[in-house]
T-cell receptor
Framework: EDQVTQSPEALRLQEGESSSLNCSYT??????LFWYRQDPGKGPEFLFT???AGEEKEKERLKATLTKKESFLHITAPKPEDSATYLC?????????????FGQGTRLTINP | GAGVSQTPSNKVTEKGKYVELRCDPI?????LYWYRQSLGQGPEFLIY????????DSGLPNDRFFAVRPEGSVSTLKIQRTERGDSAVYLC???????????FGQGTRLTVV
C-alpha cells in the first residue's frame, strides 16, 4: 500500500531561520511527488512536482529535492507569510492510478 | 472563473439528510478529483473522473456516497443518509490531463449535526 509520512508534524521557526521538512514515502513505482501549501480554510495550493531521484526545483525561498525514499522541502530565510501547512503527496506509476496519496502535513509557523 | 470553484462553502445538515456538493473545474481540464480532509489530516482520495466517466471510485467509503459528471465539466458529490462521521472538508481538484498537476478548490465544509 502506498504511504506518505511527513515530519515533523509541527515546526516553529524565527524569521530568517532556515530549516527542512521531510516527506518519506513508499510507493509501487513513483510517477510523481507533489508538494502543496495549504493556508487555514483554503484548499491546497500547488508548489512543485518532482519525477525522479536527484531532481530539484526552486521557487522563491523554497527548494524541493527528491531521493528514492524521501523528499525534502528546504526553506531558506523564511518570512512570516511562509507560515502554512505543507503537504506532500505521491502518485503511483500504475495504469489507471491517478490519485494522490497525501501525508498528514507539516504545520509551519514563522515568528517575526 | 480562473480557478476551481466549489459550492456551497459551508453546509450544515441534520443526520440522515441528503446533501449535494458542487464542483466547477478549471475550463478545459479533463480530469477531476474529489478528496475529503479531516481536521489535522491530509486529503484522502474519494473518486477520479476522466471526462464523464468515473475512472477510479475506490476511495468512496460506502454506497451512501456517489458522484457524477454528466457533461465532463461540473461534478456533483452526493451523500445519502448523512452521518456525523461524514463531517469534513470536501475538496475538489482538476487537472489538464491525468498526469499533470492538480489544482484544488477552496473546499466545502460539511457539518452533520
Amino acid at each position: 500500500e502506498d504511504q506518505v509520512t511527513q515530519s515533523p508534524e509541527a515546526l516553529r521557526l524565527q524569521e530568517g531561520e532556515s530549516s527542512s521538512l521531510n516527506c518519506s514515502y513508499t510507493v509501487s513505482g513513483l510517477r510523481g511527488l507533489f508538494w502543496y501549501r495549504q493556508d487555514p480554510g483554503k484548499g491546497p495550493e500547488f508548489l512543485f512536482t518532482l519525477y525522479s531521484a536527484g531532481e530539484e526545483k526552486e521557487k522563491e525561498r523554497l527548494k524541493a529535492t527528491l531521493t528514492k525514499k524521501e523528499s525534502f522541502l528546504h526553506i531558506t530565510a523564511p518570512k512570516p507569510e511562509d507560515s502554512a501547512t505543507y503537504l506532500c503527496a505521491v502518485q503511483a506509476a500504475i495504469q489507471g492510478a491517478q490519485k494522490l496519496v497525501f501525508g498528514q502535513g507539516t504545520r509551519l509557523t514563522i515568528n517575526p | 472563473g480562473a480557478g476551481v470553484s466549489q459550492t456551497p462553502s459551508n453546509k450544515v445538515t441534520e443526520k440522515g439528510k441528503y446533501v449535494e456538493l458542487r464542483c466547477d473545474p478549471i475550463s478545459g481540464h479533463t480530469a477531476l478529483y474529489w478528496y475529503r480532509q479531516s481536521l489535522g489530516q491530509g486529503p484522502e482520495f474519494l473518486i477520479y473522473f476522466q471526462g464523464t466517466g468515473a475512472a477510479d471510485d475506490s476511495g468512496l467509503p460506502n454506497d451512501r456516497f456517489f458522484a457524477v459528471r454528466p457533461e465532463g465539466s461540473v461534478s456533483t458529490l452526493k451523500i445519502q443518509r448523512t452521518e456525523r462521521g461524514d463531517s469534513a472538508v470536501y475538496l475538489c481538484a482538476s487537472s489538464f490531463s491525468a498526469n499533470t498537476e492538480a489544482f484544488f478548490g477552496q473546499g466545502t465544509r460539511l457539518t452533520v449535526v
